[in-house]
Nanobody, 127 residues
Framework: EVQLVESGGGLVLAGGSLRLSCAASGFTVGDYAISWFRQAPGKEREGVSC????????FLSESVKGRFTMSSDRAENTVFLQMNSVKPEDTAVYYC????????????????????WGQGTQVTVSS
């Protein structure tokens, strides 16, 4: 059974850091694209970052460049999102999702192109 489980969310002060984890089971993360999306209240789900064996941390959102870093640990079959210099506008529920494509695919920014999703983890940045 394919599963994605996010963890690491919480409350953080603006300017602080947080590391989110996405633990995968039922498949090997290195064989797929894994992306982080986020959704703030009243807003559409937004692609944040993507990683695959063809793309080492492709940013889907300009707003996180230079602040967020994506990585993977194949031994743990887990993908991480390191969030530095966080801002109140980063407040959202963060989801990881699996895609059957490389991150350079134009559809990697569209949530509808992913086949499995985690349940999400809440990140709240206070000013």
């Amino acid at each position: 059974e394919v599963q994605l489980v996010e963890s690491g969310g919480g409350l953080v002060l603006a300017g602080g850091s947080l590391r989110l984890s996405c633990a995968a089971s039922g498949f090997t993360v290195g064989d797929y694209a894994i992306s982080w999306f986020r959704q703030a209240p009243g807003k559409e789900r937004e692609g944040v970052s993507c990683i695959s064996r063809f793309d080492d941390g492709t940013f889907l959102s300009e707003s996180v460049k230079g602040r967020f870093t994506m990585s993977s640990d194949r031994a743990e079959n887990t993908v991480f999102l390191q969030m530095n210099s966080v801002k109140p506008e980063d407040t959202a529920v963060y989801y990881c999702a699996r895609g059957r494509f490389s991150c350079s695919y134009s559809g990697s920014r569209k949530s509808s192109t992913y086949d499995y999703w985690g349940q999400g983890t809440q990140v709240t940045v206070s000013s």
